[in-house]
Antibody, heavy 118, light 110 residues
Framework: EVQLVESGGGLVQPGGSLRLSCAVS????????MNWVRQAPGKGLVWVSR????????KYADSVKGRFTISRDNAKNTLYLQMNSLRADDTAVYYC???????????WGQGTLVTVSS | QSVLTQPPSVSGTPGQRVTISCSGS????????VNWYQQLPGTAPKLLIY???QRPSGVPDRFSGSKSGSSASLAISGLQSEDEADYYC???????????FGGGTKSTVL
């Protein structure tokens, strides 16, 4: 059974930092690109970042470029998102996801809530 | 503002057929395949349709997808109460070099 389990969310003050983790099981993690997608309260899905299978290629949405860093540890089957200089508009549920448009092997975690507020 | 455009809401009575549209551009839907997701309240998105019209195992055949040019559609036939959810389209975007999503459509069963 495929499982993606996010952790690390919580309440943080503006300007603060947080590190999200996503523990993956049920498929060969080291073979796949992985993504972070967020959803602000009552809003739609927005892609945040993605990383290739060996961690050498990383892409970011303009809204988080320079503030967020995606990384992975294939030995631990874990995906990370380091979030710095957090702003109120970063408040959202953050999902880790293996997004696939071709084979139907598309998996999402349950999400972790990040709240940026003073 | 989402890259892909969906209507905010659709509604229908039980048994009816409803469709949800998704409009994009040549850099996303026009040149790549489309996924559709269903999101029930408080849960993660669940893949409903991939590659424009394919259903993953376990998805009822009441759900169908199609694509034409830079637009796509999701149809729900024989609408049921459990189909009340938010639905999102998604596609790869060549300009962004990442996936893009629609703003979501809330389906209500009257």
């Amino acid at each position: 059974e495929v499982q993606l389990v996010e952790s690390g969310g919580g309440l943080v003050q503006p300007g603060g930092s947080l590190r999200l983790s996503c523990a993956v099981s049920g498929f060969t993690f080291s073979n796949y690109w992985m993504n972070w997608v967020r959803q602000a309260p009552g809003k739609g899905l927005v892609w945040v970042s993605r990383i290739n299978s060996d961690g050498t290629t990383r892409k970011y949405a303009d809204s988080v470029k320079g503030r967020f860093t995606i990384s992975r540890d294939n030995a631990k089957n874990t995906l990370y998102l380091q979030m710095n200089s957090l702003r109120a508009d970063d408040t959202a549920v953050y999902y880790c996801a293996r997004i696939d448009f071709w084979s139907g092997s598309d998996y999402w975690g349950q999400g972790t809530l990040v709240t940026v507020s003073s | 503002q989402s890259v892909l455009t969906q209507p905010p809401s659709v509604s229908g009575t039980p048994g009816q057929r409803v469709t949800i549209s998704c409009s994009g551009s040549s850099s996303n839907i026009g040149s790549n395949t489309v996924n559709w997701y269903q999101q029930l309240p408080g849960t993660a998105p669940k893949l409903l349709i991939y590659s424009n019209s394919q259903r993953p195992s376990g998805v009822p055949d009441r759900f169908s997808g199609s694509k034409s040019g830079s637009s796509a559609s999701l149809a729900i036939s024989g609408l049921q109460s459990e189909d009340e959810a938010d639905y999102y389209c998604a596609a790869w975007d060549d300009s962004l070099n990442g996936p893009v999503f629609g703003g979501g459509t809330k389906s209500t069963v009257l």
